[in-house]
């Protein structure tokens, strides 16, 4: 599969009709592949996720073309039209937001404009099932879009260059800006549950720094009584007798009954903010991300400079979310 493009995180959104506007959604990156009736479907790791998500690769197999490759994110559409990461195991209907096309037919398109390459895909998805959804967009106004998402109780935008062709790896021509603080965190140890509570107390997480894996606190909310018990039984065979961390935490911050166990299983967290010593404040447990590899786990904070802001033209009324905006 082709390396995903990745999109920096930074304080705030860029101005500037240079800039694509985009809703950034709470669910699993995905890569989809169709060539004639064969379809996979690729997670940011490079995992096949084809059988995880059947649905959504039937509802790719249905599109007109015969060869496509499309980019974009697997996520549960809640009643009020907002996405879920908490609701993709639980029932919720799961979409297709597709918000770029890497190739159709035997066309590589990936080095065309976005502008260029998103009308092509608006085209290609007009008529697509309910399962796959076009990821629309507004043009400039950032500020504004950035206050509308937080508003709706989004995770935050996406901010793209409009000229540019899609390149692997994290750069500076897709920015994104989040309303509330969440990362990706490794969990090394548990604590055992106290009370009448089943399975463990708390998750004991952290981030890389090259090859060692700092403590990042630990997380003891944000649970359902099935989740505790079935992570138990998911860490119970990972326990080692050392602990991951360098260095290793104090008991004093860990608290007492500690399990470690091997750094290979990474979790959604949601926070107030990081501490001075390098620790989460208020952290919610939000799901396990099985596309994530332990190792790309690092501190993500965000940049506190944007790009250079275009003056070349009059920024455009934003449309309000949902509207199709045309390049």
């Known amino acids: 599969m082709r390396e995903l493009q990745l999109a920096t995180l930074v304080d705030e959104a860029p101005e500037g009709d240079d800039w694509f506007h985009e809703q950034k959604f709470d669910g699993y990156r995905i890569l989809a592949e169709k060539d004639g009736e064969d379809v996979q479907l690729w997670s940011r790791n490079g995992k096949s996720w084809t059988d995880n998500f ?35 195991h639980g029932g919720a209907p799961l979409v297709y937001f597709v918000f770029d096309v890497l190739s159709i037919g035997d066309d590589d398109i990936a080095g065309r404009p976005l502008h260029e390459r998103k009308a092509l895909l608006e085209e290609l998805l007009e008529d697509c099932p309910d399962d796959i959804k076009y990821s629309e967009h507004v043009v400039g106004r950032g500020g504004e879009f950035f206050a509308l998402a937080c508003q ?4 935050g935008i996406i901010s ?5 062709p899609y390149s ?7 920015l994104k800006v989040k309303c509330l603080q969440r990362q990706e965190l490794v969990i090394g140890g548990f604590t055992e549950p106290d009370g009448s509570r089943k399975g463990i107390g708390a998750l004991l997480m952290g981030v890389y720094d090259g090859d060692r894996l700092h ?7 944000g649970f359902s009584s099935k989740l505790l018990v079935e992570l ?3 860490l119970d065979p990972l326990e080692v007798h050392a602990s991951p961390f360098d260095p290793e935490p104090s008991r004093a911050l860990t608290g007492p009954r500690v399990h470690w166990v091997r750094p290979e299983l990474v979790g959604e967290v949601a926070f107030l903010e990081w501490t001075g010593d390098g620790r989460l404040r208020h952290p919610s447990f939000q799901g396990m991300r099985r596309d994530k590899a332990a190792k790309s786990v690092v501190r993500e904070e965000p940049k506190r400079t944007v790009p250079e802001k275009s003056s070349s033209k009059k920024p455009r009324t934003a449309k309000k979310s949902g509207s199709r905006s045309r390049s």
């Open 160 to 164: 793209k260059r409009r000229d540019q």
């Open 152 to 155: 709706r109780g989004l995770e």
């Open 168 to 174: 692997p790896g994290r750069g500076k021509s897709w």
């Open 232 to 234: 138990r039984d998911e």
């Open 54 to 88: 059947h649905t959504i690769a039937k509802a790719v197999a249905t599109l007109s073309t015969k060869k496509v490759v499309l980019d974009g994110e697997v996520a549960a559409l809640m009643p009020n039209g907002v996405t879920s990461f908490g609701a993709m």
């Open 215 to 221: 403590y990042a606190g630990k997380v003891g909310t």
